[in-house]
């Protein structure tokens, strides 16, 4: 007598689970719409990601040439990327205190797993972005995208290279060894002579008269909460003023001859 065996059921085996997940709740409030085989699907998709809707609608032809931007923008951002998440780890082994700062990096250089590996990434990753950002700014002046409706983007730029260096130089200190001690020093005493608010400054900067604990924790507090925060709210503004601006600028020729090239286009029947 023979056995029949049962037969797998719509709701069965791996696309069986895939699909039932697909129509569950929890997978309908995170992706709004089906796959996007459609116009109307594409733009539902676009609309409805924040990863898909920083990007323009359009990009012009002329600034996806790799010549044109050389990919600096995106890599200042990767860069900023690596800078917070080794920043975050090496948080883990550093204590901002003149009795603690240089032991805890001698420890995280010899003691700590990585920790050479990590503490170099940043520092590199830091020279880099200061490096890449100036680099853009250069790229965005000589190719005129600064010009309108692109003015406020290029004022967001300028502002993000300020407060690159300003985190370049609020990190300077962190290790307090000899090096970071009198840099630090040298350059405060710089501002001080500035006329007028030099010495406020300096106060200000330091928390004393000399370098200390107190310059330490405000130097440490600037650079792990408050400058991150602003440049992460600045480069948000940045790319959706990008978007809004309708992408990447490309030099008057190439859009004209864009616009010729589809206004050509629809002229055809």
């Given at each position: ?21 697909r129509q ?55 860069l900023f ?125 330091l928390g ?62």
């Amino acid at each position: 007598m023979s056995e029949t065996k049962p037969t797998a059921g719509p709701g069965s085996g791996p696309m069986g689970i895939l699909n039932r997940i697909r129509q569950g709740n929890i997978w309908k409030s995170i992706f709004r719409q089906g796959y996007p085989n459609s116009d109307e699907s594409r733009a539902l998709a676009i609309v409805n990601s924040f990863f898909l809707h920083i990007h323009p609608v359009r990009v012009k032809r002329h600034s996806l040439k790799i010549s044109y931007t050389w990919g600096l923008g995106i890599i200042s951002f990767i860069l900023f990327v690596i800078l917070t998440v080794t920043g975050v780890w090496l948080m883990f082994f550093y204590v901002p205190s003149i009795e603690r700062a240089y032991p805890d990096m001698v420890n995280l250089e010899t003691g700590v797993t990585f920790g050479m590996l990590m503490r170099s990434m940043h520092r590199w990753a830091a020279h880099l972005m200061v490096i890449t950002v100036f680099l853009h700014l250069c790229r965005v002046f000589f190719t005129g995208a600064y010009k309108k409706p692109r003015e406020f983007n290029w004022v967001i730029g300028v502002l993000l290279w300020v407060i690159t260096l300003v985190l370049s130089f609020t990190g300077y200190l962190l290790p307090w060894d000899q090096l970071s001690y009198w840099a630090v020093s040298v350059s405060t005493n710089i501002v001080g002579s500035f006329p007028v608010f030099g010495t406020q400054l300096r106060l200000l900067m330091l928390g004393a008269s000399e370098a200390g604990p107190e310059a330490l924790i405000r130097f440490y507090t600037l650079h792990v909460i408050l400058l991150p925060l602003v440049m992460a709210a600045l480069i948000g503004v940045h790319f959706w003023r990008v978007r809004k601006d309708g992408g990447l600028s490309a030099p008057a020729e190439a859009t004209s001859a864009e616009a010729k090239a589809e206004a050509a286009g629809n002229e055809q029947p």
